[in-house]
């Protein structure tokens, strides 16, 4: 595996992980109070190909006002693997308003290779984004850094528990440091998942639908607030990236 390779992996491994973090369902009217999402310490095990890669730690906590967050991933990668990509560390700072993630900042930080390091700062009212190698940006309504995107699709599920599997979609812009790109996700059924951390039963599958030869599947856990506790991104039917919970 290349270096570039191994650094997609335990990137796109983080970005799954961190942005489906655990939090209680809105069922206030919207402009009140806003959901409190609780404190999280969780860690995931990273493979690519059936490949160890390592772990990533995810913490969220809240940050920089009210019901405003901050996600904190670091990975821990393993043998040769850290040696290639080092320790990367990526933070994504949201507030939710009216029962929508507003993205606030976005940093990726790696001291092994300070060119990929990259920080976005986003101005929702005035429809911008800034930073990275492309500067200055228009901002598409609802968009979401590659962590808040996740949180965004998870806020949707618990909107969208009693549909149908297939019955109703949703589509989020991502903005990354190069491309801003849309995804659309529809919840596709329910199965039982066995991981490290146990046996959960019922978990909700949510898939990305937006391209014919790969999707990215997550396993939604109700006795754990539907948070991930299984993702696969699945490329012309094998499996490359696997994350579980430990």
Known sequence: MTRTLVRAALALGMAFACGL??????????????PK????????????R???????VITLAPYGGADCYRYETVSEPIGLVRMFV??????????????????????????????ESFTLEFDAAAGKVRGGPKGERELPPGAQDRFGIQQAVRLWVL???????????????MV?????????????GRESVVVPAGRFEDAVLVQRIDDPKKT????????????PVKVEQVKQGTVELRMVLR
């Open 176 to 188: 990354d440091d190069r491309r801003i790109k849309h995804y659309r996700f529809a919840i596709t």
């Open 86 to 115: 080092g320790k990367p560390r990526e933070t994504s700072e949201f507030c939710l308003r009216d029962g929508q993630v507003v993205p606030q900042r976005f940093a990726f930080h790696n001291p092994k290779d300070k060119e």
């Open 216 to 227: 990215t599947k997550f396993w939604l856990a109700p006795s754990r607030d539907y948070m």
């Open 50 to 56: 059936g490949m160890g890669l390592g772990s990533a």
């Open 37 to 48: 999402l609780p404190e999280l310490h969780l860690k995931y095990g990273v493979t690519w």
């Open 159 to 173: 909107e969208n528990l009693g549909a149908e599997p297939g019955a109703t979609t949703v589509e989020f812009a």
């Open 21 to 34: 973090a655990a939090a209680a369902p809105d069922n206030g009217v919207r402009g009140q109070a806003e």
